[in-house]
């Protein structure tokens, strides 16, 4: 919940730390041309009103041999309350979901999965995925290029 209404400043100042959040107070508020004691403030506020979640190191997949991308549809096998909190407290648990989405439409679920390689993605089905007794159906879609992948969330459209 927001304590005040976004600024401009604060929103300029969001922009630069989804860029880079090692981007220090003093060069951020230089950039927006307030001194730094005000700008920590507004940093501060943003993180405690939650906007700002947390701040990590965006790591280069590929770099680390992680060469395959997968979304995949699921549909459960029972969509009762009970049945979707167990997938859903089963899926936290595996690293190689880094996304989890629920889905209006045909499919329950949508994964973002990211493995080494092909086999380690059918080794992750077969043994781990598959094996859930509350998966009915699930549709592997695999990603051959990228074309963009960001983390920035477009706050031009935001005032």
Request: proline share 3%; aromatic share 6%; charged share 25%.
């Amino acid at each position: 919940m927001l304590t005040e209404p976004l600024s401009r400043q604060d929103l300029d100042i969001l922009k630069m730390l989804q860029r880079d959040s090692t981007t220090s107070t003093a060069a951020i508020a230089e950039r927006i041309n307030i001194s730094q004691s005000p700008c920590w403030r507004r940093i501060n506020r943003l993180e405690q009103d939650g906007l700002i979640k947390r701040r990590v190191a965006l790591l280069d997949r590929t770099a680390l041999g992680m060469d395959v991308v997968v979304f995949a549809t699921i549909n459960l096998t029972s969509t009762g309350r009970q049945n979707l909190i167990e997938f859903e407290r089963d899926i936290i648990e595996h690293p190689e979901v880094i996304e989890c989405y629920t889905m209006t439409g045909i499919w329950d679920y949508m994964l973002k999965i990211v493995t080494r390689d092909i086999r380690h993605y059918e080794e992750f089905v077969r043994n781990t995925l598959t094996a859930s007794p509350s998966i009915r159906e699930l549709h592997s879609h695999m990603a051959v290029t990228e074309i963009k992948n960001t983390t920035e969330l477009p706050l031009d459209t935001q005032l």
